[in-house]
Every structure is written in C-alpha cells, then in structure tokens.
C-alpha cells in the first residue's frame, strides 16, 4: 500500500513538474502572462474604489471595511482558481473524449485534471489578492486578538476549500450537459463578484438564495464583521463569523458527493 501510494505521488509530481517546465520554457511569454493575470483582481479592487468615489458608504460600510471584504474573496478566489480552476475544461474533455484517457490511467481521474495544464501564471493573482487582504487588514483598525489573528488565516483557506468546491460541483454537470460551461461560470466568477461586496447591497430574495442558500456570505462576509468587530446589520449571531470552515466542509462533502455520481453516470464517447 505505501509502494502505491508513493508510486502515485511520484507520478503526480511529474505530472506537476512537466507542466512548469513546458510553462515556463518561455520565459519572457510567461512573465507576460503573470502580469496579465493580476488585471481581474486589479477590476475588483478599482471597482469598489470608483463606487466610493460617489459614496461614503456602501450598505453601511466604509472604504476600509469593504476592502477587507473584497481582500479575503480575492485571497481565496484566486488560490482556489490556480489550484482548481482548471477543472472547467472538463466539459471540453468529455465532448472529444480526452476523459477517457483519463480514467484508464491508473491515478485519481481528479488529480489528474487538475494537474493538466497547471495555470502556473495565474500565482501572480494569488500573491496580489494576498496583498489586497494583508493592507485591507492592515488599513482597518483590527483590533487584534489571539482569536481574529487565526480568523484572519483561518477564512482565507475556508474559502478556498469553498470556492474550489464550487469549481468542482459545477464542472460535473458536464457529464449530463456538455454545453454547461456557461452555467459553471456563472456560478462561480459570479460568485467571486457577489462576495466582494457586503451582502447588505443586494436584495432579499437574492441574498437569501446565494449569501445562505448557497453559503457564499460565509467566504468573506462574515468573517470580515468577526474582524472588524461589528454587529451583522442582518442580525444573525456573532459566531456566524466562525462558521466558514463549517460551511467550507459541508460544500466539499456536496461536491464530492456530485463528482462521484457524474463519474458512475459517465458513458465512453467511444473514440
């Protein structure tokens, strides 16, 4: 067992190892295209400074105070896309067939799709959301303590685990509609824009569908109130800010629950 284990480990840091090499043999396309790839976290920074350009605040919060809102979704959005972003070519790999390569292969058809063209350029994003997250903080007036300096390291990393959930769950509906990529965006670069801002700004039926029905204030919302140490303007409890990993966990269980079910309901293309 420890053979095949370490025999599977060592296949998939050769996989990783050749994606880095064949990414970065062109040094000076590569460095490109990390500059490139910080611009959409860049927009959602300039966004928010333009709306307060009019505004003094934004449903009931500062610059400062949505900054650190907008720092913590683009810390865990953009390490989630580097790291399981690539799993929305899986539409592409089920309509030509490439899947089954995949599956008769004898590593975790997951892992795999994942280390398939590794976006390695999109690092840039991650180390410029980190710093987005560490001045919003930094900027805010936090009032330290033991328990928010965890909070401040413990959201980010909730809200990974949540968004590449989110990658993962949308992705499988491919194996029942390959013309699902569309729906899949929606769901989850939208949901990068709606937790970058206060959830306050949107509307009740809307909140109540993507902030709790799918769990996304929980990324960045709450955890942001916890921080700053104010009361939700919706009244839910103080330890609401503290229920991101919970709700990180129960959308990991749900997306692993749909990719096994796409996995049994998935039939060959036969090529």
Known sequence: MA?????ALAAYRALLGAQARAQTAYRTSFAIDLVGNVGSTVLDVLTVLVIFGVTRELGGFTLRETLVIVGLSACAFAVADLLVGNIERLPGY????????????????????????LPLRKVSRVVFGLAVLVVAVGSAGVEWTPARALLVVLAPLAGVVFFGSVFVATATVSFWWVDSGQLANSVTYGGRDFTSYPVT?????????????????????????TLLGRADPLGLPAWAGWAAPAVALVAAAGAAAAWRTGIRHYRSTGS
Request: hydrophobic share 55%.
């Open 201 to 225: 700004v949107f509307g009740s039926w809307f909140r109540a569908l993507f902030a709790y029905g799918l769990g996304f204030a929980f990324v960045s919302y709450h955890p942001a109130l």
């Open 94 to 117: 089920v309509r030509t067939g490439l899947f089954d390569a995949v599956l008769v292969r004898p590593l975790g058809a997951l892992p795999q799709l994942l280390l398939m063209d």
């Open 3 to 7: 053979d095949a284990s370490g025999g």
